[in-house]
């Protein structure tokens, strides 16, 4: 199954991000595969490949669009940063 489309939210600071608890499970990202033509339409998907700390794999198979509105709420957030310490 493949990600069209998630929620995108940017916090300010830290203490203002969600505090995951115990019963969430931590999981190391091992891959980026960028698939050239791996849509219907042609258009390129990204597959990021995780496994958990007992060996289990995970794949999150996404659209370049979801990484390029993720790739431009960070440029935005790192541009806001920068403004704010310009002014101080």
Do not use: W
């Not at 916090?11 to 969600?18: M, V």
């Not at 091992?30 to 060996?55: H, W």
């Amino acid at each position: 199954m493949i990600t069209n489309s998630i929620t995108l939210q940017v916090f300010g600071k830290p203490s203002e991000a969600p505090n995951y608890g115990k019963d969430t499970k931590i999981i190391q990202g091992k891959a980026c595969l960028i698939v050239q033509g791996g849509t219907e339409t042609g258009k390129p998907t990204i597959d990021f490949q995780f496994e958990d700390q007992d060996g289990n794999k995970y794949l999150m198979m996404t659209t370049a669009a979801i990484m390029q509105m993720i790739a431009g709420a960070v440029t935005g957030a790192e541009l806001r940063e920068k403004d704010k310490k310009k002014q101080h």
